[in-house]
C-alpha cells in the first residue's frame, strides 16, 4: 500500500508545475466564504483524518499564490502522510530506549540523511518539520549542490552519533523547542519565514498552538471552518488522535494564543547564519475571528 501511494505521488508531482503570480488575500470559490478568512464550509466532524489529497482538496486555495510555496508544503504534506496511511502512531519519550522519532521513516534533503529513525512513530513538530524538508526538495532539488555542509548539519535532527539534538541547538533544535518554534527556526533563525495574521493565513502555512490548559502544538494550517456554530481550525500534524499523522478540525474554544509562519524564502537554506540568535520570549496571537 505505502509503495502504491508513493509511486502515485511520485507521478502526480511530476505532471504538475508550479504558478508564480500573485494572487489577492481574498479567495473567492463555492466552498469558502469570500472573506480575509480562509472559512472552508464542506468541513465537518467526519472530515477524514487519513489521506494524500492535501495538495488536491485544499491547494485550490493558493494557486499562484506566494511563488508555489505553500503548494510545495501541501504536497510534502502526502510525502510524508504515504509513509504512514493510518497515521503511523503517535508516542513521544525522551527518556525511552530507543528515543523518540520525529517522524517514522529517514527522512533526507536532497538525498542526504537528516535522521535515521530511531521508531517508527511521529511527533507534531517532527511531522511538520518533515514537510517542511519535503518541501525543500521539491522547491530546490536542481540547487542542491549550493548547500553547504555546515548548513545541512544545523538542519539534521541527530547528533552525529545518533542521539538526541536537544531543544535550542541549530535549526531543528529551535523548530523543536516549546513554544512558537517554527517563529524562532524559520523567522528568526534561518530568516526564511515571515509572521502571518491568523486572518491572512492560507493552507500550507506553519503555526504553533498554545492551549488554553497548557502544553502546545506544532501544525500546518488547512483552514478555518464552523460546524453547528462552532468555530474551528483544521490543519494537519502528528497526534495522538489521528495514531500520528493525520488531519484534525478543533474547536477554537481550545487555543489559548497561536503564531502562524509563512515560508516566503526557501532559498535562505543556502545562506543563513547558523550561529544567529534567537529570542524564545516572545507572545502569541489571539485568534479575533469576530466577522
Known amino acids: ?3 502504491i501511494m508513493a509511486i502515485t505521488l511520485s507521478l502526480f508531482f511530476l505532471v504538475h508545475m508550479f504558478h508564480c503570480e500573485k494572487k489577492s488575500e481574498t479567495v473567492s470559490d463555492q466552498n469558502i466564504v469570500a472573506t480575509n478568512w480562509l472559512v472552508i464550509d464542506d468541513i465537518g466532524p467526519e472530515h ?3 489521506h494524500v489529497q492535501h495538495w488536491d482538496k485544499f491547494g485550490k486555495y493558493v494557486r499562484n499564490f506566494n511563488n508555489g510555496i505553500n503548494e510545495a508544503i501541501l504536497k510534502g504534506i502526502d510525502i510524508v502522510q504515504s509513509h504512514a496511511p493510518d497515521g503511523g502512531k503517535y508516542f513521544t519519550g525522551i527518556h525511552a530506549v530507543p528515543t523518540e522519532s520525529p517522524v517514522n521513516y529517514n527522512l533526507k534533503l536532497f538525498c542526504k540523511e537528516l535522521i535515521k529513525m530511531p521508531r517508527s512513530s511521529s511527533y507534531c513538530s517532527g511531522a511538520t518539520y518533515a514537510a517542511f524538508i519535503e518541501a525543500l526538495n521539491i522547491l530546490l532539488s536542481r540547487q542542491a549542490d549550493r548547500l553547504s555542509p555546515e548548513r545541512f548539519e544545523a538542519l539534521r535532527m541527530q547528533e552525529p552519533d545518533g542521539g538526541r539534538r536537544e531543544d535550542c541547538i541549530k535549526f531543528w533544535g529551535y523548530w523543536n523547542a516549546d513554544g512558537f518554534g517554527n517563529h524562532f527556526a524559520l523567522c528568526q533563525y ?3 519565514g515571515e509572521v502571518i495574521s491568523p486572518r491572512e493565513a492560507r493552507p500550507g502555512d506553519f503555526a504553533n498552538i498554545s492551549w488554553s490548559k497548557g502544553g502546545g502544538h506544532s501544525v500546518i ?3 478555518w471552518t464552523v460546524v ?7 490543519y494537519w500534524s502528528s497526534q495522538t488522535g489521528t495514531n500520528g499523522y493525520g488531519d484534525q478540525v478543533i474547536s477554537l474554544q481550545r487555543i489559548k494564543s497561536i503564531k502562524i509562519v509563512r515560508l516566503v524564502k526557501p532559498d535562505h537554506v543556502f545562506e543563513f547564519d547558523i550561529n544567529s540568535d534567537v529570542d524564545i520570549n516572545i507572545p502569541g496571537d489571539t485568534i479575533d475571528w469576530t466577522e
Open 228 to 234: 453547528e456554530g462552532d468555530k474551528k481550525m483544521i
Open 48 to 50: 477524514e483524518a487519513h
Open 221 to 223: 494550517f488547512l483552514g
Open 1 to 3: 500500500m505505502k509503495q
Open 190 to 192: 534561518a530568516t526564511m
